[in-house]
């Protein structure tokens, strides 16, 4: 299968199931070590996820939070780099689709044919970047598309309904939309209107709409589901949990395997 | 309708986050139906005139260009109210969120000076104002932390990374990001997402404006040479950008090389070369590893301690119609110390990059060597390097 049917088929089989979103962790390649966090994202697949968005450490990681921050600089002090994440991806990809969050320089410094070629060589399905926006995502969108990888759009609250619709219909995978103005973190209630914010994406495109950003409970992930999501995507809870404790993968699982359950067919 | 550049050659773009862009979108249409509109040009112009104290003079710093060995002529911007170019733009840009119904600004500095102006304009028009500052910055340039809170800004302590300006832009863009209904960003140099780098240029373009007329009426003549400090690079594009189409004067863009380029230790992206790549929403030249990853600058000054450079400046630079070059953190200091004892100005140690260059690259028929900023800021740093 290619990324795109993976990412396709993973939404597919969590509907056929009659579960309410798919269930998309995110965790920060190499955190709080490069063995920790593969043992983290098996357990991710064994707890319920659907896909697994994965984060590659950055220097100035612009649209992300302190937690998510401090984590890819502990990461990138202990000489975590790209192709060590991409080997995580690679193992987690075996059992789950693997979508790869990374920034824009990150790239460029590659050139983007080599950056998409080591993306599909480590089986990834999709590609995220949050300072990519429409204007400067074509060529990038050419890569991915010549390889059948998905190179998923953000949306927000901010953006406008006609520049959706071109957002919407470029699409692939799905539509990451964003639930606040804001940096990925964890908040204590969802946004109102989060309903409204997803049925906009929804009337844009044909992709299944994934709602991240600021979900840190299980009741926010149903809440989000009940909003009309697709996909859930759950960050920096995670991410704190793989820093605290003697045992993280125990209690990043239970937290996965709460989500799940929160995202569970009802009754 | 009037339009406004979003790349320079490949350089500059867009490289931030969706729930950005329509607010830079908002930005661009705002600035261009402003500098349209003569009510606001009288406004801008009042206050550069009644409040800032414009034009600045030309001043000829005659036992310097004895000492150099060729005529050296100083635009004076320390003379502005606030004491360096920075002013140029923040009260521009306050004026226009103030156009946009925005209540909140946003700001980051490095020296400070950027900081103070910002504070000063929010004051003077009863806006709100943040500031972030990187810790190592604020413990170099206390007194401008103590000038901020007297304006009434908040100054918001940034510890990530080496705490200095790469940190404060940042954590400036992700308030930004949470508050961009409330808020405007006042960002300080030429850097940034399209339309800041042609937005603060044309805020900054008042300094060669006025130099390029003073010049030719004081010395009869175009100068040999036009010199600024680049740190993010507004007050060297301010007073570039006239001379541009004067095809025989040269531009001389001078970078902090801090301990020396070889070093590693420096803030000269432009000078050092290497690939090009994205920081803080542009494409530019910046100061990266292998992987991408932003590395951190050195400079014994805090407003040329910065990884990047605006986009203007990497097509300036490639296009051949500027020249870039870096002085050593000791011989700025150096510069900073023989122009206060020669001519009675303490000048920043920003602006000491520009005039340890000109005096030590002669010869020349006629240097405009643009005094950026006031060095009162800079004391407690440089006694403590020049061992006194």
């Known amino acids: 299968m290619t990324g795109l049917e993976r990412i396709a088929a993973a939404f597919e089989s969590a509907r056929a199931d009659g579960r309410r979103a798919a269930l998309m962790p995110y965790m920060m390649g190499g955190f709080p070590d490069l063995e920790i966090s593969l043992e983290i994202g098996l357990e991710y697949a064994r707890g319920g996820a659907d896909l697994v968005e994965l984060g590659v450490p950055f220097s100035d ?27 995580l991806g690679r193992a987690i990809a075996e059992h789950v689709p693997v979508i790869v969050m990374c920034y824009a320089n990150q790239i460029l410094v590659r050139g983007l044919e080599r950056f998409a070629d080591a993306l599909l060589d480590a089986g990834a399905s999709g590609l995220i970047v949050p300072d990519l926006p429409l204007e400067e995502a074509p060529a990038m969108l050419r890569a991915c598309e010549e390889r059948a990888l998905a190179l998923v759009p953000l949306v927000a609250p901010t953006t406008p309904d006609a520049r959706l619709a071109v957002i919407g219909a470029q699409a692939r995978g799905f539509i990451y939309t964003v639930s606040l103005t804001g940096t990925t973190g964890e908040r204590s209630g969802m946004q109102d209107g989060l309903a409204g914010v997803v049925a906009r994406a929804a009337a844009c495109t044909d992709v299944p709409v994934a709602v991240g950003f600021g979900i840190s409970t299980p009741p926010q992930a149903a809440a989000a589901a009940a909003a009309g999501a697709d996909g859930v995507i759950v960050g920096t809870r995670l991410v704190r949990a793989a820093g605290e404790g003697d045992a993280p993968v125990a209690s990043v699982g239970a937290l996965v395997r709460e989500f799940a359950g929160s995202l569970a067919v009802a009754g | 309708m009037s339009t406004i550049e979003h790349r320079f050659g490949p350089y500059g773009g867009q490289y931030v986050p969706e729930t950005l862009m329509p607010a830079l979108a908002e930005l661009e249409a705002a600035w261009l139906s402003a500098r349209d509109d003569p009510a606001f040009g009288a406004e801008l112009n009042g206050l550069l005139r009644d409040f800032v104290g414009r034009p600045s003079p030309l001043y000829q710093a005659q036992r310097l260009s004895e000492a150099a060995g060729h005529p050296i002529y100083f635009k004076r911007e320390d003379l502005n109210h606030t004491g360096a170019h920075k002013i140029n733009n923040a009260i521009g840009q306050a004026l226009l969120a103030k156009r946009m119904g925005k209540r909140r600004i946003i700001a980051e500095t490095g020296a400070g000076q950027h900081g103070v102006a910002t504070a000063t304009a929010c004051a003077l028009l009863d806006l709100e104002c943040a500031v972030y500052m990187g810790t190592e910055d604020m413990r170099r340039q206390k007194p401008n932390v103590e000038r901020m809170g007297l304006l009434g800004a908040s100054v ?39 339309p800041y780098p042609a937005l603060v240029r044309e805020l900054q373009r008042v300094i060669g404006d006025e130099a390029r007329a003073q010049i030719l009426k004081q010395a009869g003549r175009l100068p040999e040479r036009v010199i600024a400090c680049v740190g993010g690079g507004s007050n060297s594009i301010g007073v570039f950008v006239p001379f541009v189409d004067d095809r025989e004067v040269q531009l001389v863009g001078v970078e902090a090389a801090g301990d020396g380029i070889e070093t590693g230790r420096h803030g000269a992206p432009l000078t050092a070369g290497g690939l090009p790549g994205v920081l803080h929403g542009a494409y530019s030249a910046i100061m990266q590893d292998e992987d991408g990853q932003i590395l951190e600058a050195h400079s014994i000054s805090a407003g040329l301690d910065y990884p990047g450079t605006g986009p203007e400046h990497a097509w300036l630079r490639d296009s051949g119609r500027a020249r870039y070059v870096a002085i050593t953190d000791r011989e700025a200091l150096d510069a900073f110390a023989t122009c206060a ?40 740093e440089a006694l403590d390097h020049l061992g006194r």
């Open chain 2, 156 to 194: 918001e302590p940034v510890e990530a990374g080496a705490r200095t300006l790469k940190e404060a832009v940042s954590a400036a863009i992700r308030d930004w990001v949470t508050n961009v209904e409330t808020s405007h960003y006042v960002i300080g140099s030429c850097v940034g997402p399209a």
């Open chain 2, 341 to 380: 004892r020669l001519e009675g100005i303490i000048p920043a140690l920003e602006s000491s990059h520009a005039i340890a260059w000109a005096m030590a690259n002669g010869p020349s028929q006629l240097d405009l060597v643009c005094l950026s900023g006031r060095g009162d800021k800079d004391l407690a």
């Open chain 1, 61 to 87: 990681p612009l649209a992300d939070g302190p937690v998510i921050h401090a984590a890819g600089t502990t990461a990138l002090r202990a000489g975590v780099r790209l192709p060590d994440v991409l080997e």
